[in-house]
């Protein structure tokens, strides 16, 4: 069953209740929130304390994905926000493993995230460690970028490391209606739409993913 993450960073901030009320209603099974600090990419946004401000509005699965240099200096403060999923970049903190078993203290779900041009081969030694494995098809910190069709075949070898663990593949990047259906036929089964959920009518784009992803 493919899930969906709509990422919040695609919506219009102007009308957040709004927007986060119309995904609610697409029966969505998490919503993706970017955390960037400005300095692993050169973008900013969400910090803790605006994802403790969104917590009270709904009751949507909080998938958080820290662009951050050195994110465990963070993550207490992002699970105290509210967050049930936190990944973190391979490429971004000095020692994965600990990053990775500092979430699992808390409680919350962990995931590694891994930029374009990272071979998988850093996830060897942590599957065991792990829920979720986010394949960004962008180079990270914005969106709107365009989709990197070469990440295909990388979800596919991250499928085949996996075998039978209970591990989510996660596809974050220019996601839409007609490049979903290539990523889940390789192996991913939780995707993340910012720009494509968000732009104009909420409900037939989430209804027109997820109609493409199953197909
Ligand atoms: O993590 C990121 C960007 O780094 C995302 O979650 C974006 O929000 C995706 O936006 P689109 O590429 O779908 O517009």
Not at 138 to 143: F, L
Not at 156 to 173: L, T
């Amino acid at each position: 069953m493919v899930k969906l993450s709509p990422s919040i960073f695609g919506a219009d901030f102007g009308r957040l209740n709004e927007q986060i009320k119309a995904v609610e209603d697409c029966n969505v099974e998490m919503l993706h929130i970017d955390v960037m600090d400005g300095n692993y990419v050169p973008n900013i946004a969400f910090g803790p304390d605006q994802i403790a401000m969104l917590r009270p509005h709904t009751d949507l699965f909080f998938d958080v994905h820290m662009m951050v240099t050195e994110p465990d200096r963070y993550i207490e403060r992002i699970v105290k926000a509210g967050a049930q999923m936190i990944t973190v970049h391979a490429e971004a903190t000095t020692h994965l493993h600990r990053s990775l078993m500092l979430i699992k203290s808390f409680g919350v779900k962990c995931g590694v995230v891994l930029n374009p041009a990272t071979p998988p081969d850093v996830l060897k030694y942590v599957l065991d460690d792990i829920d979720m494995v986010l394949v960004m098809t962008v180079n990270p910190g914005g969106g709107g970028g365009a989709f990197n069709p070469t990440m295909i075949e990388k979800v596919r070898e991250i499928k085949e490391m996996i075998g039978d663990r209970d591990i989510d593949i996660q596809v974050d990047g220019g996601v839409n209606a007609d490049n979903v259906k290539s990523l889940v036929d390789a192996g991913a089964n939780v995707i993340v739409a910012g720009s494509f959920a968000f732009t104009g009518d909420v409900a037939k784009n989430l209804d027109d993913l997820r109609k493409a992803a199953d197909a």
